[in-house]
T-cell receptor, first 113, second 112 residues
Framework: DVKVTQSSRYLVKRTGEKVFLECVQD?????MFWYRQDPGLGLRLIYF???????EKGDIPEGYSVSREKKERFSLILESASTNQTSMYLC????????????FGDGTRLSIL | RKEVEQDPGPFNVPEGATVAFNCTYS??????FFWYRQDCRKEPKLLMS???SGNEDGRFTAQLNRASQYISLLIRDSKLSDSATYLC?????????????FGTGTKLQVIP
């Protein structure tokens, strides 16, 4: 079974802090994704990566950056957290080969005070 | 028009009923399709892929209609434990990488 692990289930930070969300997958997947999910808005793609050191902007990259130094790890960084970044953050991974589904981590519920 | 659309529901059905959801997509070049189940405050979990010829997994049947650009999920003999939000996902290979668009989900509530 694919295992995608996110570093924290719940996180509380303050406005202006730099926040790191970590994601690790154990299936040697090339593709990794970061989403946020808010009520009524569904899953919105922030950034994705299809290879080590590669990154692409998703639909809502503003206020975020990412890092992929190793194939199994994809980090999401909130440069200066703001209250409108309070959300559920979901990491996912998938294989590059064929049309494969994404597999999600448990999610991080982030609150910015 | 949204790339992927679902009726948000909720669909309230009695135990034992059959219920079906549709998901429409706008890009005719879309290549693969999936249904996910998401419980409240949890992550989406892959329920099943959707194959061109249709496929079944126990009480669940998924179908693809390319001509009308929609996929469907049929749940027979609904159980209380089927209560969840069902998300569709549509995959398009674009520029050498995978672009997946998720619907916002259809909420199902199975009532005793």
């Amino acid at each position: 079974d694919v295992k995608v692990t996110q570093s924290s289930r719940y996180l509380v930070k303050r406005t202006g802090e730099k926040v790191f969300l970590e994601c690790v997958q154990d299936m040697d997947h090339e593709n990794m994704f970061w989403y946020r999910q808010d009520p009524g808005l569904g899953l919105r793609l922030i950034y994705f990566s299809y290879d080590v050191k590669m990154k692409e902007k998703g639909d809502i990259p503003e206020g975020y950056s990412v890092s992929r130094e190793k194939k199994e790890r994809f980090s999401l960084i909130l440069e200066s957290a703001s209250t409108n970044q309070t959300s559920m953050y979901l990491c996912a991974s998938s294989s590059l080969s064929g049309n494969q589904p994404q597999h999600f981590g448990d999610g991080t519920r982030l609150s910015i005070l | 028009r949204k790339e992927v659309e679902q009726d948000p529901g909720p669909f309230n059905v009695p135990e034992g009923a059959t219920v079906a959801f549709n998901c429409t997509y706008s890009n005719s070049a879309s290549q693969s399709f999936f249904w996910y189940r998401q419980d409240c405050r949890k992550e989406p979990k892959l329920l099943m892929s959707v194959y061109s010829s249709g496929n079944e997994d126990g009480r669940f049947t998924a179908q693809l209609n390319r001509a009308s650009q929609y996929i469907s999920l049929l749940i027979r003999d609904s159980k209380l434990s089927d209560s969840a939000t069902y998300l569709c996902a549509v995959n398009l290979n674009s520029g050498g990488y995978q672009k997946v668009t998720f619907g916002t989900g259809t909420k199902l509530q199975v009532i005793p």
